[in-house]
């Protein structure tokens, strides 16, 4: 990531629009302000620079170029000049500045011609714009809010930016410099200025931010400088024949805490894009939530590497066995409404036989409590190999390694056989003696349901969780339809097929999003913390049962825990799919929680990330 820090501005702004062919000059004579603005340019019109130089003192508010390489510069305090501007534009401009409005944006269509905009705080004036983009600039001046920049990429067409006094809308841009117009407002930033050079690249600037791609190395040094200078970015332009303007009107404000900021450079003691190169990772989703409220979600990287598609939150992942902590929600859902103890023996709910080694005793009995909690003796990690033995196991096991794009996928009933790439799901200790982490468990649990409820998991889990949860890009479907990011191996290619198919849904097929996940963890602290039940999947006493210490003391039901009994009381999953890897956790007493997915191989980065968070926020 080539990630370009800088500070910009803050004030109101609003634009007109105009359009005409033409080359004139105007100034105002009003009272010079008493301060002095650094600008800088290169490969500009010589006259220009004398203008900006000669206007610079009263305050830049823009300064703009035509597809010809005509430009306008236009002042706080109403100064404009102009050369080589749409005749209809420079008289348009002239009537704002002559009633009193401050100009924020004067901005011009790729395709030249009489094609303009000009926005200020009084109000609007435009002349062939794209007509959904002169319709985004009028829908926000009718909604009370000033424009305060419009830009449009060189490959012109229906391709625009517009930004107002709460937002930005945008259409056809590339799609990493949308991730950075996001990932900058998540932490109470409005982009104010974004700034296409004609041989492509962006630059994006939010108040005390921005970041940049395939800049002018000489422009990108002006950038630093003036950061350096404690000055906010104000201006940024590009020439058609590649030249560029930069300039100020004043020192950066105060601002709140940008929490995204500090998180993003306290990765791992570096930056979460040093990082991600440095383990070979293409993608990361994060987002995190505060008083029970999702605060802030942001992407990094690329749904693939080599593409042009950005992660973005929405973006859905593989999350390994985070599906596990997930599939439990539906579990109890379904005890809850079968009315099912959880003591109860899983076999007769099977609809199959399970088997058992000749060594495990006959008596003891492999509960659902037991499955949800890893201790129901069922070949698991640490308990599955050699084959026939009770004791003595080698270490691995309990996981399941997918299936690639020239594989046949088996069913469900076929990977509890063995008949797949993974051994015959059965009992290899007595149940409830030891804690073997289990994805055969959590196979059998995924039989139960589907036995029980007549459907599929994946149908099962979006009417009874996902649904109620407004969770709409989560599926424990094989394939589901919405965006999704390819998984890469330790070198960070992509691995075949993209994604590795797991018919064990319940224990490693879980597609979600990070919002999603965050859904689920504003929904379980608010039912943890609430003093009676609420909508939701479960009622209070069966999230009570999810999240309390069961037979295992490290775990509720199909979630670790951790501190409980104290305000930092927790619960976590993470996973570690072939090619992806994730976490998510909560904290019930503090309204609080986040949730990493990532497109890589190594689980050290989405360590550092989490680790961060909690470092920023100070969660235990």
Known sequence: MDRRRFLTLTGTLTGTLAGAAGLSAAGLTRPALAASYPFADAGVPAELHAKTGELAPYGLTTVA???????????????????????????????????????????????????????????????????????????????????????????????????????????????????????????????????????????????????????????????????????????????????????????????????????????????????????????????????????????????????????HPETAFQAASISKAVASVGVLRLAQTLKQPLTGDIRPHLGWTLPSRSCVSSTAVPTIDRVLTHRAGIVGRGST??????????????????????????????????????????????????????GGGFVLLQRMVEQQSGLSLASYMDKEVFGPLGMKNSSYALSPGFELAAGHTATGTVIPGKRNRYPESAAAGLYTNVLDLCRLVCYLNKAWTASGDIAGPLTKTSVRTLLTAGPEPTMGRGFFIAGSGTKSFSYTHDGSNHGFKSVFKGYPELGAGYAILANGNNMTLVNEIAAAVRSVYGWA
């Open 385 to 438: 190999s050699p084959a026939d033995a009770c004791s003595g196991f080698d270490t691995g096991g309990g996981g399941f390694a997918g299936y690639g794009p020239g594989a046949t996928v088996p069913s469900l009933l076929q990977v509890m056989n063995g008949e797949g790439n993974s051994p015959k799901i059965e009992l290899t200790t007595a149940p409830g003696a030891e804690f073997h982490y289990s």
């Open 65 to 311: 170029f035509t597809p010809s390489n005509g430009w306008v510069v236009v002042t706080q305090d109403g100064r404009y000049f102009a050369r080589g501007v749409p005749d209809a534009c420079f008289a348009e401009l002239g009537k704002m500045v002559k009633s009193g409005a401050k100009i924020h944006c004067v901005a011009f269509p790729p395709e030249g011609g009489d094609r303009w905009v000009i926005t200020s705080d009084k109000g609007m004036a435009a002349r062939g714009l794209p007509e959904a983009c002169h319709q985004r600039v009028s829908d926000s001046y009718t909604a009370g809010r000033q424009v305060v920049h419009v830009a449009f990429p060189p490959a012109g067409g229906d391709r625009w930016v517009v930004a107002d006094t709460t937002g930005f809308y945008t259409r056809g841009v590339d799609d990493e410099c949308y991730q950075m117009m996001r990932n900058l407002t998540q932490g109470g930033r409005r982009v104010t200025r974004v700034a296409f050079p004609k041989s492509g690249g962006w630059v994006v600037v939010a108040q005390d931010e921005f970041h940049a791609r395939a800049v002018d190395d000489a422009c990108f040094k002006k950038l630093n400088e003036l950061a350096a200078g404690g000055w906010q970015l104000h201006n940024v332009a590009f020439s058609p024949a590649g030249g560029w303007s930069v300039s100020t009107r004043g020192k950066v404000p105060a601002l709140p805490a940008d929490r995204v900021r500090q998180v993003e450079n306290a990765v791992g003691g570096a930056t979460v894009w040093q990082r991600m190169n440095a383990w070979k990772t293409p993608g990361v989703a994060v987002a995190v939530v505060v008083g029970n409220k999702i605060a802030w979600s942001t992407g990094y990287g690329w749904l693939e590497a080599g593409s042009g598609a950005a992660a």
